[in-house]
């Protein structure tokens, strides 16, 4: 036993903050689900300041529920209280929790928060074993938590400010050329494309079949008849060089033998084919991540549930995690499997790394 020492009160009370601060953002993460999925911050983004019972008699939610909540929204600092029992949405908070196509829509992520925290309980198992949970342990919602909380940008940024940033790739797209994008989820980045691009074919490579699954029905929803989806063990990517653009957005991290689909891509690229690669900022110590991102709590918290768990949902995993893929990994991952060009390029993302890479 390691001999008594005695507490000092004041970092007593500062921890009990900390630790019970994280409580707090988590309860307010359950009531901001529910905000997203009853509807309550669209409702308020048009009513302005209301009170429970004007938000009761627009949603026809029980009222008394509606008030605990508006209180905790406010409380939170979510909602700005007015006075009274009136509480409204700021234009902000409407960017982050209300329009789903504005590029900081943030509440989507949300959307799988009660399949995210259920996770906790099977991690215990995964701590001695050592083995993690691949996408699919989260069902259906998870699918769909990936979809909301990565679809904004996709939706508002991709087409019109990130592709013409590649020199002649709109060109390309617009003539008709072969794409691939790997670990697509449920392809909302490749409908976006598609819809924009009708002339080009686009594949889409993914282990998750609720995201397959997904995917399948947003495509057919588009009418984006362009857009295939594959997956990845019954149909590897093949070795003939055919794609002329390659795309992996927030997935390599997540694999557990990124070596492996890298050598696979140099295999299906062509000569003078582009890959454009998005994974999260990060670097190479704990000491510079934690010093550089805000968040990066909840990023290695995010690991641990997700993505680590992810990259070593197989014996032998990589087990990369959320902060694991720095540019410098990557730069040595990419040129190991015999692309010679990398290339950082920023699109002013505030979590995401874009690099080019090229044969
Ligand atoms: C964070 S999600 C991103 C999905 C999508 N690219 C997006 O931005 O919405 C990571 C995805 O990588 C997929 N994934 C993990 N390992 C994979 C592999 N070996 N091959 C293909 N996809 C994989 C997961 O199933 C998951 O759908």
């Known amino acids: 036993m390691a001999p008594e020492t005695p507490l000092d009160s004041d970092r007593l009370r500062a921890m009990a903050r900390t630790v019970f601060g994280a409580y707090s953002g988590a309860v307010t993460s359950a009531m901001i689900y529910l905000g997203d999925r009853l509807g309550l911050y669209r409702s308020l983004a048009e009513t302005g300041a209301v ?33 009274g029992d009136r509480f409204s949405l ?33 991690l215990p198992e995964a701590f001695e074993s050592g083995l993690g949970l691949p996408y699919d342990a989260f069902g259906a919602e998870g699918a769909v938590g990936v979809e909301r909380g990565f679809a904004p940008w996709f939706r508002s940024l991709l087409v ?34 598609a819809k924009a691009f009708p002339k080009t074919d686009f594949h889409g490579y993914e282990l998750s079949n609720h995201a397959i699954a ?54 299906a690229i062509a000569p003078a084919g582009r890959w454009l690669i998005a994974d999260i900022k990060c670097h190479g110590s704990y000491e510079a991540n934690v010093a550089e991102n805000p968040m990066a709590a909840m990023m290695y918290g995010t690991s641990v549930m997700t993505c680590m768990s992810s990259a070593l949902s ?17 730069e040595d991952m990419v040129h190991d499997a015999g692309f010679g060009k990398f290339q950082p390029i920023d699109f002013g993302h505030p979590v995401n790394a874009f690099y080019l890479v090229q044969p």
């Open 90 to 122: 700021s234009p902000e908070a409407g960017a982050v929790l209300a329009d789903e196509r504005h590029p900081a829509f943030g509440a989507g992520f949300f959307s799988h928060f009660p399949q995210t925290m259920a996770i906790a309980e099977r």
């Open 314 to 330: 197989e014996p032998g995993g990589a087990g990369l995690g959320t902060l694991g893929l720095h540019p410098a990994l990557l």
């Open 214 to 267: 997904r995917g399948r029905a947003n495509a057919a929803e588009a009418g984006a008849d362009n857009v295939r989806f594959h997956h990845v063990r019954e149909e590897p990517l093949p070795e003939d060089e055919r794609f002329d653009f390659v795309t992996t957005f927030d997935c390599l991290h997540d694999m557990t033998d990124p070596a492996s689909i890298v050598a696979g891509i140099r295999k």
């Open 160 to 193: 019109p400010v990130a592709l013409p940033r590649i020199d002649g790739l709109v060109e390309g797209l617009e003539a008709g050329i072969q794409v691939a994008d790997v670990g697509c989820g449920t392809g909302v980045a490749m409908i976006e494309m």
């Open 51 to 83: 009170n429970s019972e004007e938000l009761a008699k627009r949603t026809g939610l029980s009222e008394r529920w509606l008030r605990e909540w508006l209180h905790q929204q406010g409380a939170a600092g979510v909602l700005a209280h007015e006075g």
